[in-house]
T-cell receptor, first 116, second 115 residues
């Protein structure tokens, strides 16, 4: 079946601009996660949704970052006033949880964001 | 809080040789441990996981890992490397029994397999 879909696959934007990154999880998955992966680093947790609500947003680096999931399916990560340091691959994952580690994470291919 | 250290950002082996990718963790609670693999231009895929029970865990593609509490390690091994194993490997740790929002990843180890 279809996996986690992320669009666009690549996004180039100028410093100071606003961007939206979209994640379409596996159908029926209630849990959704956003991670950021910088060059040479592992995925860094940003935010976790259970259904429509953000259950944990402790990983968002500052108030320029915001994410929504209004209908409990598709999620959008929004970055305002982008900075060059925001350049990274943004990963989305979903799982059928919560029910502990019987619900593995399924990752999308990511969106590579470049801020010039 | 949980954290993971992967020793060696790059590992190179010959085809048919043993693969050993090292992972050490830190956790204030009993850990759940994972290895993910990322092939070029693909998303991360779960290779194997340790939750409870047997400390030697077998995963896909002939990989296995052993949880050693005394050494706080969860090293990944494969007896004989194949060219198709070339990828980036990430170790991850979680302390939550309920969800995965506290999962933390290591920096990754890039495995190269030489013919």
């Amino acid at each position: 079946g279809a996996g986690v879909s992320q669009t666009p696959s690549n996004k180039v934007t100028e410093k100071g601009k606003y961007v939206e990154l979209r994640c379409d999880p596996i159908s029926g998955h209630t849990a959704l996660y956003w991670y950021r992966q910088s060059l040479g680093q592992g995925p860094e947790f940003l935010i976790y949704f259970q259904g429509t609500g953000a259950a944990d947003d402790s990983g968002l680096p500052n108030d320029r970052f915001f994410a929504v999931r209004p209908e409990g399916s598709v999620s959008t990560l929004k970055i305002q006033r982008t900075e060059r340091g925001d350049s990274a691959v943004y990963l989305c994952a979903s799982s059928s949880g919560p029910n502990g580690h019987n619900s593995p994470l399924h990752f999308g291919n990511g969106t590579r964001l470049t801020v010039t | 809080a949980q954290s993971v250290t992967q020793l060696g950002s790059h590992v190179s082996v010959s085809e048919g040789a043993l693969v050993l990718l090292r992972c050490n963790y830190s956790s204030s609670v009993p850990p759940y441990l994972f290895w993910y693999v990322q092939y070029p231009n693909q998303g991360l895929q779960l290779l194997l996981k340790y939750t409870t029970g047997a400390t030697l865990v077998k995963g896909i593609n002939g990989f296995e890992a052993e949880f050693k509490k005394s050494e706080t390690s969860f090293h990944l091994t494969k007896p004989s490397a194949h060219m198709s194993d070339a990828a980036e490997y990430f170790c991850a740790v979680s302390g939550s029994t309920y969800n995965n929002n506290d999962m933390r990843f290591g920096a990754g180890t890039r495995l190269t397999v030489k013919p």
